[in-house]
């Protein structure tokens, strides 16, 4: 990884998350010459598991798998990288606005307040999930309708007691506020997801799993097993040309000839690459118009997880909206050698804490998780801050969220169309798992398949969506 950049390719691959990494091992695998060009000094994008003498792997970035994310699971079988069951066991807590704690034996008890107005808005946002067309939202029938109907607007019909529960719910999946995204989006997303519990729930659903090296190592693996193709701290700056005479992809370690070329960044990264000629108005406009999301993800190692002593899971849900995180998660390692939680903070939470001095948002963390779990839990061995919205190649995240409108105006020629050689992946593009590792996947192996089919090049892979 990272020798001298080659002077031509017959694809190049710009971003080694992974969406890129995916698109370039279906690309080796079928023959062709791809070249990877990756900014950062690390293949995994968004997914970045760092070592910690403690904690084996710290997840500071995407880190959970669950059983219908099966591309994931299939490539991680692939490399031969293990999971184990995401620590669910024991009593979950509730921190409610009016200061009082509820307890809880799964984050969906249904003795909690307002559970049942929670499930029937619930039901009917699956109905709406039903008539998404996944391949292409803007044709969902009333598409127009759902679009320019906010969240925060669709919460005011619902009965109140249900609203702090899908607030919360909506800032946890998405990093943004109820007022950021449409119905149309968050219907879009529940039905990529395969239903609402998908997205929610911990064991069978999206937060079923961790990997025991930490989420990166089948994106590590991957860029191993693709070797010298993958160049990392090779910032693209300019894509140019096109036609029989290919592209240019100008980079700041020199510059590589293409026939084509696959972009698998954020859309704000996708933004800043200057495309000469410029990119189709529909394109531009929907790169425009989607808007990342606002997270950090905060790890506390302590020396056990003493929070099972007294039954606890070490989940809570917090239904504040002040500089307090919204969830916390035990992500203690697979051999238990040390405690690990993991809170995060978002949408309007994260700009309030992010705006205090150091010591403040210390002392608000671990006063709220002292609240919670004792006081054991304000005397952490380490802290470890990862604020996403300062990563200066991904622009935030979990992902990408259209602005209201941006579907029925841009989505439909602007979501994922090829155009004369320029292809586009990426976790914002897929259908299925949107915003999701899998999503990711999926949409490097839908990638690939559009170039293998222009090249004419057999495909042994998969491909949807
Ligand atoms: C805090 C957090 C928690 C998450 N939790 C989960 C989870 O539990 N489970 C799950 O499935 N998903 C989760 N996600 C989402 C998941 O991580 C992403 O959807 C997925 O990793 C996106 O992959 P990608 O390849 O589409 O994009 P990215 O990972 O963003 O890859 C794009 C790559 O392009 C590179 N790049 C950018 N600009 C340039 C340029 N000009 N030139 C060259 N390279 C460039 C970037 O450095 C990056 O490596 C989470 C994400 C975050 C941040």
């Known amino acids: 990884m990272s020798g001298g950049l080659p002077d031509r390719a017959s694809v190049v691959v710009v971003g080694a998350g992974y969406a890129g990494l995916t698109t370039a091992l279906t690309l080796a695998d079928a023959g062709v010459d791809v070249v990877v060009l990756e900014a950062a000094d690390r293949p995994g994008g968004r997914v970045w598991s760092a070592p910690h003498p403690r904690a084996h792997a710290i997840d500071h970035g995407g880190q959970w798998v669950g059983p219908t994310q099966t591309r994931l699971l299939a490539l991680a079988d692939r490399f031969g990288c293990p999971r184990f069951p995401t620590h669910d066991e024991g009593v979950h807590l509730e921190l409610w606005s009016d200061g009082s704690i509820h307890e809880g034996t799964s984050a969906q008890d249904s003795t909690a307040p307002g559970h049942a107005e929670y499930r029937q808005a619930v039901a009917e946002l699956e109905a709406l999930a039903a008539r998404v067309d996944l391949d292409d939202p803007a044709a969902t029938p009333d598409a127009e309708r759902l679009d ?109 000839r293409a026939d084509r070329v696959v972009v698998t960044t954020t859309p704000p990264a996708a933004r800043a690459i200057a495309f000469d000629p410029p990119l189709p108005a529909a394109r531009r406009r929907w790169l425009e118009r989607s808007v990342m999301g606002d997270v950090a993800k905060i790890h506390l190692v302590y020396e056990r997880p003493f929070w099972s002593d007294e039954g606890r899971s070490g989940q809570a849900s917090l239904f504040t909206a002040d500089d307090l995180p919204g969830v916390v998660f035990d992500n203690s390692p697979a051999d238990g050698a040390c405690g690990v939680l993991v809170a995060f903070v978002y949408g309007d939470r994260l700009r309030t804490w992010a705006a205090l001095d150091d010591e403040r948002r210390r002392a608000s963390l671990l006063g709220t998780l002292g609240r919670l779990f004792g006081a054991e839990a304000t005397r952490p061995v380490d802290l470890l801050v990862q604020d996403w919205v300062e990563d200066p190649w991904a622009g935030g995240a979990y992902a990408a969220v259209p602005a209201p409108g941006a579907w029925v105006e841009y989505g439909h020629r602007g979501w994922r169309t090829p155009r004369a050689g320029i292809h586009w992946a990426g976790s914002e593009t897929s259908g299925v798992w949107h915003g999701y590792i899998d999503g990711a996947i999926r949409s490097g192996d839908r990638a690939a398949a559009e170039v293998l089919d222009a090249l004419g090049v057999p495909n042994r892979g998969q491909e949807d969506r």
């Open 148 to 256: 320019s109907t906010t969240v925060a607007s669709w919460l005011a019909t619902v009965p109140e007691a249900a609203r702090p529960r899908l607030a919360l719910a909506v800032q946890g999946v998405w990093a943004v506020e109820p007022r950021d995204l449409s119905l149309l989006h968050l219907a879009f997303y529940v039905a990529s997801a395969g239903g609402w519990d998908q997205l929610m729930l911990t064991r069978g659903h999206a937060q079923d799993q961790r990997f025991v090296d930490g989420a990166q190592a089948p994106a590590l693996a991957v860029a191993a097993h693709l070797g010298p193709r993958v160049h990392l701290g090779t910032p693209v700056r300019a894509v140019r040309g096109g036609g029989p005479a290919g592209y240019t992809v100008e980079t700041d370690r020199g510059a590589v």
